[in-house]
């Protein structure tokens, strides 16, 4: 995502460094939002910016009724944005919050001389990144794509012919043909590749169809990979930071001589781009196609509650919504910290944390217990409702044998 590139050695000893660069966010309170919202998304947006490798020096917030068409936050905003970028020279990059057209991704760059990026082209950009295996790469490339399909005119305004009737078709109008036909063809080529990939991962879950699947789902940044590390022994790569997990990691659990499979899945996130969630359902057939659904929450977290509802409408979206779910409120550590007065005595806290379980109980329908992946507490609580929902599982799979495995 940097323009400003360094060969030579990392903290690790090797690879290429990338330089920070400095941004500024926007974000439109319009009449289906409140600015309590619009915060909201604007402090993920800045931990994506951060994901990235984007510092942010200032945000801008501006009220309009609906997007403004050419500008989308109005021209009053944007000479105001304008000022401030000439008074920060070292502000490269301008990230808004929600998705531009191509059209007006230039007008806004030709105003502000910066790079302009909105929220789908950053997630998007991280995510390739992110991408290790063929597959991943793939999803993100077709993302790409699509994301850029429908943006192809805006990005070619310089070569159009200035505006007329008869004979207004020059150059402009053939470059842009082409260079849709180019990413209509790599859109199909794309798609194929992902067909023969899902095929091959088709074959190798009807190979281990007999045992009981269990797929880890949750918000990006809720700390699935690190439960997934300590519930079977692995070391699957994880990071405070956004989309960390991007390829679908399984592994195989024995608790108790009962045996089972165990998948992490990449993250959800509010807003995020319908294509990328096409692109990726490939991915997310492991939950699709799961028993069980453990469904982790960062109860540390101010929005947890938005949190459990953007994933539910995404798991809603791949018919997995049904499935029998524990939720795992992880961080319970970190809840702490931040919530509990030092000065508060232990009969305090055990009454504020019995109060905590009592409400999660009763807002939502699925069992539940609260954790710390981080300091392992309450892990073997974890394991022991687990083996209980995978036993069920195998009672109503095989009712009428004793499978041995």
Do not use: C
Not at 103 to 108: P, S
Not at 301 to 322: C, W
Request: aromatic residues 6%; proline residues 3%.
């Amino acid at each position: 995502m940097a323009n400003d590139w360094n060969i030579g050695n990392n903290e690790q000893g090797k690879g290429i460094l990338k330089t920070t660069e400095y941004a500024v966010l926007v974000g439109l309170v319009h009449r289906f939002q409140t600015e309590e919202q619009v915060e909201e998304y604007l402090d993920e947006l800045e931990f994506l910016a951060l994901t990235a490798g984007a510092e942010t020096v200032h945000r801008f917030l501006q009220k309009l009724p609906h997007p403004d068409p050419r500008t989308f936050i109005g021209s009053g905003k944007l000479e105001e944005i304008r000022e401030y970028i000439e008074q920060h020279e070292e502000i490269g990059m301008v990230i808004f919050d929600d998705d531009l057209s191509g059209k007006q991704v230039n007008i806004i760059e030709k105003e502000l001389k910066v790079k302009i990026i909105d929220r789908s082209s950053l997630i998007l950009d991280i995510f390739a990144s992110r991408a290790q295996t063929a597959q991943a790469k793939t999803q993100v490339e077709l993302a790409q794509m699509q994301y850029l399909l429908p943006r192809l005119r805006g990005l070619w305004t310089h070569l159009e012919r200035q505006r007329g009737g008869i004979g207004m078709r020059g150059p402009g109008e053939k470059e842009i043909e082409t260079d849709r036909r180019i990413v209509r063809d790599k859109i199909s080529m794309l798609k194929k590749r992902l067909e023969k990939i899902d095929q091959q991962n088709e074959t190798r879950r009807k190979q281990r169809s007999e045992l009981i699947r269990v797929a880890l789902v949750g918000y990006t940044n809720v700390g699935k990979s690190t439960l997934m590390n300590l519930l079977s022994k692995s070391e699957v790569f994880a990071e405070d930071k956004l989309f960390a997990t991007l390829d679908t990691t399984v592994r195989k659990v024995v608790l108790e001589n009962t045996p089972f499979l165990l998948s992490d899945t990449v993250g959800f996130i509010r807003k995020l781009p319908h294509h990328l969630i096409e692109s990726f359902k490939s991915t997310l057939d492991e939950v699709r196609e799961s028993d069980i659904l453990l469904h982790v929450v960062d109860i540390a977290h101010p929005q947890y509650e938005d949190h459990i509802v953007a994933v539910n409408e995404t798991l809603r979206d791949l018919d997995a919504l049904d499935k029998p779910t524990l939720l795992v409120f992880n961080k319970m550590d970190l809840y702490r910290e931040r919530y509990y007065d030092e000065l508060l005595p232990e009969e305090g806290k055990e009454e504020v944390e019995n109060s905590l379980k009592e409400h999660l109980r009763n807002r939502y329908e699925h069992d539940n217990v609260l954790v710390s992946a981080a300091s392992k507490e309450n892990i073997d609580l974890l394991r022991s409702k687990m083996l209980d929902l995978v036993r069920r599982q195998y009672e109503a799979r095989y009712p009428y044998q004793a499978k041995q495995f």
